[in-house]
């Protein structure tokens, strides 16, 4: 589908003959200007019984498909037509799709950073003699330092821009990996104190996404490009997973994070030279482009001008029902997802007695799955509302997937009794947990677009304490009983419980938390 601006004076304009498309005036680059023949002797349109008015354009609109010959078209400037909505081969060519290329390799060296102790915690316990209680301890170290940030990287986000707080996440949360062999050869508590710098630098991982998200692509996009940010963030899982015990039997157990830290700074450099913060800075960008996305778009955040920080509102968002269905969404994905993400390796190797490497691979393939149907989650989600579904009747369906679907999956993981069997159950929970990025990630552009990295860091709090209490409780609860199996028994109905309040209370419409009552 192509749309184009036609504006033609009206001191010039007699009238306007159909054009086929296939017309030879008619090139469909996207890139280039379209010009319709304009001839003076039909009888479509006489200016002199069609009054213009003051204007010094007339505004056509026109669709244009393949297959309805038919051409939508909106005004421009130059009295020549140009294209206005996006087709598959200008989005692949185009600078957002490099903007969501690197965010997505941002987010994949976030999780792999994340990703290496859940593999070199098997090695380590049987090193130092750690028990399972105190390895919970050791990998919910990370969590005390994401729990810090993601507020405070929020509403630095919403006034700085996501490229700049990004830059600086990246920055930090690579050197702590890369320095981790170092802090864990000097002391436990310098491991400690390591892994909580590298939750604190990577809080502001995905409230900068989600800026970058809204800032470079229109709403009916939106969806799709979480999608594609957050199938590297699970890609991150999947190769820290299955790489790490690679690289560790041939560099010892400290080389998967000297190897991914190195890469984070590669990341920073590239980054600083081909992003901008918002479309309207960027340099190359065509001005078809920038009107595709700015088109509708209102200024918020750091696009306004503003002489200093302002305090969020945090009372007011707070009174907002709306508010606490993300709170609850985040913290009971967060609650799911590390408690998998941290233990299911060790899972595999306690209930069914696989080696690390073969532990690595099992649950490394449902992070695989998790990418490839987050993106289809967000076509669908993008396809419903062009096709006239509300923006609160699509969340709450992908939201409802996202936690009835794992909360079923994880009754059958509990039940399954070889290593295949579980590998199926736990890659049918994570990818159909997946479809949460089109419920509540997405929503928070939505509800508060101006306070879009605030509200994601509240509900990141929210959902670090959750994930904090997932982790670690699971470990308590192996050691206590024996067996994960109860502990995916409790999951299973938070799941169904989140998935009833979220119904209940959340909205896809814009919330007015300026109001004064």
Not at 25 to 37: A, G, H, M, S, V
Not at 363 to 385: K, Q
Request: with cysteine; glycine share 8%; proline share 5%.
């Amino acid at each position: 589908m192509a749309a184009s601006l036609l504006r033609l004076s009206p001191m010039n304009f007699q009238t306007l003959l159909p054009i086929s498309p296939s017309s030879p005036n008619l090139r469909r680059d996207p890139l280039r200007p379209l010009r319709f023949p304009l001839r003076s002797h039909s009888p479509v349109f006489n200016p002199c019984k069609h009054r213009i008015g003051n204007k010094d354009s007339l505004r056509l609109k026109i669709r244009a498909s393949s297959s309805s010959n038919k051409l939508r078209a909106s005004s421009s400037s130059d009295g020549v037509l140009t294209e206005t909505s996006s087709s598959f081969s200008e989005f692949i060519t185009s600078e957002r799709i490099k903007v969501v290329a690197m965010l997505a390799l941002a987010l994949a060296l976030c999780n792999a950073d994340r990703v290496v102790m859940s593999v070199a915690i098997v090695p380590l316990s049987k090193t130092h003699g750690w028990t399972q209680s105190f390895a919970g301890i050791v990998q919910s170290s990370f969590l005390w330092g994401y729990l810090i940030s993601p507020v405070i990287g929020g509403a630095l986000v919403d006034y700085y821009g996501g490229k700049l707080v990004m830059t600086g996440g990246v920055a930090l949360w690579s050197m702590a990996t890369f320095l981790t062999p170092w802090a864990a050869n000097s002391s436990l508590y310098a491991l400690l104190a390591m892994r909580a710098l590298l939750g604190i630098a990577e809080g502001v991982a995905l409230p900068s996404m989600n800026n970058m998200v809204l800032r470079w692509f229109p709403k009916t996009e939106r969806a799709a490009a979480v999608g594609l940010a957050m199938a590297g963030f699970q890609l991150g899982s999947a190769i820290g997973l299955i790489l790490s015990p690679i690289i560790m039997s041939r560099a010892g157990v400290f080389g998967p994070f000297v190897i991914f830290g190195l890469f984070g700074f590669l990341w920073v450099l590239i980054w600083i030279s081909v992003a901008s913060s918002s479309p309207q800075r960027h340099t190359q960008i065509s001005k078809f482009e920038l009107e595709y996305i700015t088109k509708g778009q209102t200024l918020t955040g750091q696009q306004k001008k503003s002489k200093g920080i302002v305090i969020p509102p945090f009372r007011k968002l707070l009174s907002k029902w709306p508010t606490w269905a993300l709170i609850s969404a985040n913290s009971m994905h967060s609650w799911g997802y590390f408690v998998i993400l941290s233990w299911m390796p060790v899972y595999f190797n306690t209930i069914y007695g696989v080696n690390l490497r073969e532990a690595a691979w099992f649950s490394a393939l449902p992070w695989i799955m998790m990418a490839i149907l987050g993106y289809i989650a967000g076509i669908i989600s993008d396809t419903m509302i062009k096709n006239g579904v509300s923006v609160t009747s699509t969340r709450k369906l992908m939201q409802s997937i996202g936690f009835v679907g794992p909360g079923l999956a994880l009754m059958g993981l509990n039940a399954a009794k070889n290593p295949i069997a579980g590998s199926a159950w736990v890659t049918t929970a994570l990818g159909l947990l997946s479809f949460s990025h089109s419920g509540f990630l997405v929503n928070l552009q939505e509800i508060a677009p101006q306070y879009a990295g605030v509200l994601h860091g509240m509900s990141n709090t929210g959902g670090t304490f959750a994930a904090i209490l997932g982790t670690v409780g699971a470990g308590f609860f192996a050691e206590k009983m024996g067996s994960f199996r109860g502990f995916l028994m409790f999951t299973s109905f938070l799941y169904f419980v989140s998935a009833l309040f979220w119904n209940v209370f959340a909205t896809g419409e814009r919330v007015d938390f300026d109001a004064s009552n």
